[in-house]
């Protein structure tokens, strides 16, 4: 049976013996039913079964079983098509790379029919696939689809925006990605600052850097020239919190960037204060980052 997303669909299922048999529905995946009223349930009784408002998580299989107490129960495999437009998501959509380097571009489509999808420029000039430019389409669920764009080299003319397209024969919709250029100067400026998380200290060492995240860095003691203080850990993919002194705690989202040299801060992207700056410039960083 083949729907479209949104309306409202009845699956029938009809049978005889003698004692009359009770019909019983469930999903082939296991996955369970929702009813009208949003509960979820693994199975439900009855000939027919009514899903108002179809949505494509409700695309599958369903087995609808009949039986007595008279073996064997009798069984029949009903599979339910949901069409919709194109839809795309972008988790990053900001990212930071330096000229030179490799960076890889992501989006998730979801679609049915199965979408036409491909990469643009920001003026609409097709990324052509061969040469620096790699592009590739992973399916991660029956109409969900991974899609990724590897660029390396980076070059000056790569930088900007580009967006992602997924067509079918229902619509289509693009998201989009704006690939900035970080200096070179940007990267390993720091080296040996101690990170606390919710009282824990943390301490890996690293020069990794990772554009789009808030990294892992090493700095210098800038009170003792050559001496090490404690390594520092802050690799923040996901982590959102307070950091900085008491008299200036930074509030970081995920995607921002720390560039640390010595003692002092650098924000590569905007960062939000949080609470009062108690007329203190942003300017020292004290021995110990806390992230509280």
């Given at each position: 049976?083949?729907?479209?997303?949104?309306?409202?669909?009845?699956?029938?299922?009809?049978?005889?013996?003698?004692?009359?048999?009770?019909?019983?529905?469930?999903r082939?995946s296991?996955?369970?039913?929702?009813?009208?009223s949003?509960?979820?349930?693994p199975?439900?009784e009855?000939?027919?079964?009514?899903?108002?408002?179809?949505?494509?998580?409700?695309?599958?299989?369903?087995?609808?079983i009949?039986?007595?107490?008279?073996?064997?129960?009798?069984?029949?495999r009903?599979?339910?098509?949901?069409?919709?437009?194109?839809?795309?998501?972008?988790?990053?959509q900001?990212?930071?790379?330096?000229?030179?380097?490799?960076?890889?571009?992501?989006?998730?489509?979801?679609?049915?029919?199965?979408?036409?999808?491909?990469?643009?420029?920001?003026?609409?000039?097709?990324?052509?696939?061969?040469?620096?430019?790699?592009?590739?389409?992973?399916?991660?669920g029956?109409?969900?689809?991974?899609m990724?764009?590897?660029?390396?080299?980076?070059?000056?003319?790569?930088?900007?925006a580009?967006?992602?397209?997924?067509?079918?024969?229902?619509?289509?919709?693009?998201?989009?990605?704006?690939?900035?250029?970080?200096?070179?100067?940007?990267?390993?400026?720091?080296?040996?600052?101690?990170?606390?998380?919710?009282g824990?200290?943390?301490?890996?060492?690293?020069e990794?850097?990772?554009?789009?995240r808030?990294?892992?860095?090493?700095?210098e003691?800038?009170?003792?020239?050559?001496?090490?203080?404690?390594?520092?850990?802050?690799?923040?993919?996901?982590?959102?919190?307070?950091?900085?002194?008491?008299?200036?705690?930074?509030?970081?989202q995920?995607?921002?960037?720390?560039?640390?040299?010595?003692?002092?801060?650098?924000?590569a992207?905007?960062?939000?204060?949080?609470?009062?700056?108690?007329?203190?410039?942003?300017?020292?960083?004290?021995?110990?980052?806390?992230?509280?």
């Open positions: 049976m083949v729907v479209r997303e949104g309306s409202n669909v009845t699956l029938k299922c009809a049978a005889t013996g003698s004692p009359e048999p009770t019909i019983t529905w469930r082939e296991g996955v369970p039913i929702e009813l009208a949003g509960e979820e349930v199975s439900i009855g000939t027919d079964l009514v899903i108002p408002n179809v949505k494509r998580q409700h695309m599958g299989a369903y087995l609808c009949a039986s007595n107490g008279v073996p064997p129960s009798v069984s029949k009903i599979t339910l098509v949901v069409h919709f437009p194109p839809m795309i998501t972008v988790q990053n900001l990212i930071g790379a330096v000229e030179g380097k490799g960076v890889t571009l992501e989006c998730e489509s979801e679609a049915y029919p199965k979408s036409i999808n491909y990469w643009t420029r920001e003026r609409g000039e097709i990324v052509p696939p061969g040469g620096k430019y790699t592009a590739n389409v992973t399916e991660i029956g109409y969900r689809n991974a990724r764009l590897h660029i390396n080299p980076l070059s000056q003319s790569e930088f900007g580009y967006r992602c397209v997924a067509k079918n024969s229902l619509g289509d919709t693009d998201g989009t990605i704006k690939l900035y250029r970080i200096p070179p100067n940007a990267v390993n400026y720091v080296e040996n600052f101690e990170v606390r998380h919710k824990k200290k943390r301490t890996k060492s690293s990794s850097y990772h554009p789009a808030a990294q892992e860095h090493s700095g003691d800038m009170e003792n020239p050559g001496k090490r203080k404690a390594d520092l850990s802050l690799s923040a993919e996901g982590i959102d919190g307070i950091y900085g002194s008491s008299a200036a705690p930074t509030r970081l995920p995607h921002q960037h720390l560039v640390f040299k010595g003692l002092l801060l650098a924000v992207v905007s960062v939000a204060v949080a609470g009062m700056m108690r007329n203190t410039r942003m300017t020292q960083l004290p021995q110990t980052l806390t992230h509280v």
